[in-house]
């Protein structure tokens, strides 16, 4: 229990020094939704109207950005090969792992959601339903992508085939979430029936995630 | 023959060479029997007239579709718990062919749904559901094309695999779930099928021939695999004795 807590402060304090990375993720979604309008034109009604898809689809980019990295760094300095070694099960090292990675990228999207609505013109309600369907959701994208991060660490191939793996799988998380949004802002679906199945796809992620990713790992670091 | 005696690549091969011609015959017949069945003995529909038998070819490659990473599925468990030394290599090699079967039911169906439906794609859950399976089946193809080393490969692939496999019962349901432009479930469900004998039972003939063209390629594909490891190892050997 020490040794997890302590690997959670670990990676949240690498993450947050120089050359962590932490907040190129809000750097990134900023870019995304700057560039929005420039590709749509910037009518105010039309980006009321796509506004909370603009901003799934930048979060949902901006968190696969630093995956790579995610176990690649521990594995090129070695320290990697002492977490596998630890008395703690590797499935709750992963989870862990993933945890502070979620803490330092997934949740200061969330809380970028706010400045970034008013630049698509979102009401304060439609800003509310994005930023409860993002913090809902973004742990699934992080948790998803930490297997696609340990095959590109057991592969030695991140790059590009990361998110070739990864983002066919975000498809349900992506649907579920947009449609909680639009749901709790348009309606005339209630909010509760999709919303909730986003909330199940966090939870299965949050299982099946660390499984995946400790046995990629298991196998392909011998 | 018991599953364990395959085991061994070089019986795997004997096996291979003894029951491909065989193999090939029955499916060179079965189409010849399907075919006909589908083209010429089964009537038009009375609304959709000749397009219908477009559903002969689009029907038996989507369950080969699923059925392809269903055995995927199996073949990585067998990679991951019991390092059975030809699962990867029929993982490997029913890749590619699924991918086309996927493939050939997405452009069959925008085919059929051009002049059906009036376009070629709507995002309709069922559609949707399968091009995510085919892009995955091309990731796990990138993949596998990615990493040299092909035991280091199977093993990612097989994880990869297996969560993949949570899309096969999303495909299967989709059309209960999410009341979109695909017809349900007509064919296998509770009360019988809703098709009419005259179009059941080519579809039959035509899915019995599909299933028999793919255990035909996906024999053939794990026999050339096998070969292509051994070259693979020749020329190591080779390139190591030259350098040392």
């Known amino acids: ?222 | 023959m018991p599953l364990i005696d395959l085991a061994n690549p070089t019986r795997f091969l004997g096996f291979a060479e003894r029951a491909l011609p065989w193999l090939i015959a029955a499916t060179l017949f079965a189409f010849a029997i399907g075919l006909t069945q589908a083209l010429f003995v089964a009537p038009d529909d009375y609304q959709q007239g000749a397009t219908v038998k477009i559903m002969f070819l689009h029907v038996p490659s989507a369950w080969l579709g699923m059925f392809c990473w269903s055995l995927m599925s199996a073949a990585a468990l067998g990679t991951l718990v019991w390092r059975h030394p030809l699962a990867d290599v029929a993982a490997k090699a029913a890749a590619p062919i699924g991918a086309a079967f996927t493939f050939l039911c997405l452009f069959t169906g925008s085919m059929w749904g051009r002049p059906m439906w009036g376009t070629y794609w709507v995002w309709d859950a069922r559609l949707t559901s399968v091009l995510v399976m085919f892009i995955m089946y091309l990731g796990l193809i990138a993949l596998w094309r990615s990493v040299e080393d092909p035991s280091r490969a199977g093993r990612a692939a097989a994880v990869l695999t297996l969560v993949g496999a949570i899309n096969l019962p999303i495909i299967k349901f989709s059309v209960d779930w999410w009341n979109t432009l695909h017809q349900p479930a007509s064919v296998f469900r509770v009360g019988g099928s809703s098709i009419d004998r005259s179009i059941l039972m080519p579809l039959f003939a035509m899915a019995i021939a599909f299933t028999l063209l793919f255990v035909t390629l996906h024999i053939a594909a794990m026999r050339n695999e096998i070969l292509r490891r051994r070259v693979r190892g020749m020329l190591m050997l080779q390139a190591h004795a030259q350098g040392g």
């Open chain 1, 1 to 222: 229990m020490q040794a997890l807590r302590a690997l959670l402060v670990r990676d949240m304090r690498i993450a947050l020094r120089i050359g962590g990375g932490a907040l190129m993720g809000v750097l990134f979604f900023l870019a995304v939704v700057t560039l929005t309008p420039f590709a749509v034109g910037p009518d105010p009604a039309l980006l009321r109207r796509i506004g909370p898809a603009i901003l799934w689809l930048g979060a949902l980019l901006a968190s696969l950005l630093a995956l790579d990295r995610l176990f690649a760094a521990d594995h090129e300095d070695g320290s990697l090969d002492l977490i596998l070694m630890g008395s703690a099960p590797l499935e709750l090292t992963v989870a862990v792992k993933a945890l502070a990675h979620w803490l330092t990228t997934g949740l200061p999207l969330v809380v970028a959601v706010p400045v970034l609505g008013l630049l698509l013109d979102l009401d304060p309600l439609a800003i509310g339903a994005v930023a409860l369907t993002l913090l809902a959701g973004t742990p699934a994208l992080t948790f998803i992508g930490v297997i696609g991060a340990a095959l590109a660490v057991a592969l030695r191939r991140g790059g590009l085939l990361l998110p070739v793996l990864v983002l066919p799988l975000t498809v349900p998380v992506l649907i579920f979430g947009v449609s909680a949004a639009d749901a709790a802002i348009v309606g005339p679906v209630p909010f509760g029936a999709p919303f909730t199945i986003l909330c199940a796809l966090t939870l299965m992620s949050l299982v099946i995630g660390p499984f995946a990713a400790a046995a990629t790992l298991r196998h392909g670091l011998d």
